[in-house]
């Protein structure tokens, strides 16, 4: 059975990042659905919400085994994870540093904080970050650029993967027919993550802006 029939995908047989990840993991079986998700790691715009869920309807019809897909989906979100990871250790702190510098409205000590506080909790991070969406691929950069030891990094992108994977897999392989629902739900939660994270950037350059113009008062 071809996963882009009709029936599996009435809204876009043809077309689409569903379309697109249907034709890979119907031409290639798991391997096309681990490479789907590592690009979705390098590329955020793929959601996973969309491509995980039809990877288990997928095996729910048969196209490939539901071990098959936990694996391979795992193993493409840890490559695409380790891509990150060394993009961020090829910036470096120097150069992070560097670039910090030039931004406005920041100060050196803010990324000092920052990497003070990835010291302390940068496992928890890394982990748990594996299951919020978006920050779930741009976790690996600061975890490169702090150089966290590889083996660790490895261990804890494998382990937060597999139970976000596995959520999003089952959910399409139980699911059946109404796989798509579940992108409905996790969209809704991006949405949610993305908007508190506007909302902090405001904030703290509202906080920022508000201290320089008091500090120009006082001088002046």
């Given at each position: 059975?071809?996963l882009?029939h009709?029936?599996?995908?009435p809204?876009?047989?043809?077309?689409?990042?569903?379309g697109?990840?249907?034709g890979?993991?119907?031409a290639?079986?798991?391997p096309g659905?681990?490479l789907?998700?590592?690009l979705?790691?390098?590329?955020?715009?793929?959601p996973?919400?969309?491509?995980?869920?039809?990877t288990g309807f997928?095996?729910?019809?048969?196209v490939?085994?539901?071990?098959?897909a936990?694996?391979?989906t795992?193993?493409?979100s840890?490559?695409?994870?380790?891509?990150?990871?060394?993009?961020g250790?090829?910036v470096g702190?120097?150069?992070m540093h560097?670039?910090?510098?030039?931004?406005?409205?920041v100060?050196?000590?803010?990324?000092?904080?920052?990497e003070?506080?990835f010291?302390?909790?940068?496992?928890k991070?890394v982990f748990?970050?594996r299951?919020v969406?978006v920050?779930r691929s741009?976790i690996?950069v600061p975890?490169g650029?702090?150089?966290?030891?590889?083996?660790?990094?490895?261990t804890?992108t494998?382990?937060g993967?597999l139970?976000?994977?596995?959520?999003?897999?089952?959910?399409g392989?139980?699911l059946?027919?109404?796989w798509?629902?579940v992108g409905?739900?996790?969209?809704l939660?991006?949405k949610?993550?993305?908007?508190?994270?506007?909302?902090?950037?405001?904030t703290?350059v509202?906080?920022?802006?508000?201290?320089?113009?008091?500090?120009g008062?006082?001088?002046?």
């Amino acid at each position: 059975m071809h996963l882009t029939h009709s029936a599996a995908l009435p809204e876009e047989p043809a077309g689409g990042i569903a379309g697109w990840a249907a034709g890979l993991v119907d031409a290639m079986g798991g391997p096309g659905a681990g490479l789907a998700i590592a690009l979705e790691n390098l590329f955020p715009p793929l959601p996973s919400e969309v491509i995980l869920p039809l990877t288990g309807f997928a095996a729910g019809q048969g196209v490939l085994s539901l071990a098959s897909a936990l694996f391979w989906t795992t193993l493409g979100s840890v490559v695409g994870a380790v891509a990150l990871y060394w993009i961020g250790a090829g910036v470096g702190r120097a150069r992070m540093h560097a670039a910090w510098a030039k931004l406005p409205l920041v100060k050196a000590s803010d990324l000092v904080r920052t990497e003070e506080w990835f010291a302390r909790h940068g496992t928890k991070a890394v982990f748990f970050g594996r299951m919020v969406p978006v920050f779930r691929s741009l976790i690996s950069v600061p975890a490169g650029v702090e150089r966290m030891p590889l083996h660790v990094f490895l261990t804890l992108t494998a382990l937060g993967s597999l139970i976000w994977n596995s959520v999003l897999v089952m959910a399409g392989y139980w699911l059946g027919d109404r796989w798509e629902s579940v992108g409905t739900y996790v969209g809704l939660a991006s949405k949610v993550v993305l908007g508190l994270a506007v909302v902090a950037v405001a904030t703290y350059v509202f906080v920022r802006m508000r201290g320089s113009n008091r500090t120009g008062n006082r001088r002046s």
